[in-house]
């Protein structure tokens, strides 16, 4: 596990990219770089495609060794999207500076947002998740 500071001033601003710095690509290197967490490889193509990128966070098997949290904790997976169970777009919460989102997407690149400012600003439903096991 790297330290957090120098892994968010490496990867702050850096640009988006459909194939290679995606927002499951961030994800899953911050899990594993900052909590030591291994999340599956995401396959290119569901970043074109809204419905099975929904399809295949609800329903990939990797997400039963997950499970829902109430409140955000540091570390958390966060799922995010317009509808409980068919999240598009993922992060990974810091608690830290008041609770920060850590995201990419594509007008951004690679930012820290406020929970309650980007499920506003997208009107967006936020889904933390937990390991099961710690």
């Known amino acids: 596990m790297s330290d957090r ?3 968010l001033r490496r990867w702050r601003g850096a640009a988006y990219d459909k194939v290679e710095r995606n927002c499951w690509w961030l994800a899953a290197l911050a899990q594993a770089e ?3 967490r ?3 490889a995401a396959d290119p193509a569901l970043v074109a495609d809204v419905r099975a990128r929904a399809e295949a966070m609800a329903t990939h098997p990797a997400r039963a060794e997950w499970r829902e949290t109430p409140a955000p904790v540091d570390g958390a997976l966060v799922l995010m999207g317009k509808v409980a169970g068919a999240e598009t777009h993922c992060g990974v919460y810091l608690a830290q500076d008041g609770g920060l989102i ?3 997407d594509e007008r951004h690149g690679v930012v ?3 929970p309650l400012e980007l499920a506003a600003a997208r009107r967006w439903r936020l889904t ?7």
Do not use: E
């Not at 933390?128 to 710690?134: A, M, R, T």
């Open 102 to 104: 850590l995201h990419t």
């Open 112 to 114: 820290l947002d406020p």
């Open 34 to 36: 900052l909590f030591g």
């Open 5 to 7: 500071a120098a892994f």
């Open 38 to 40: 291994t999340l599956p």
């Open 128 to 134: 933390y998740l937990i390991p099961k096991v710690q």
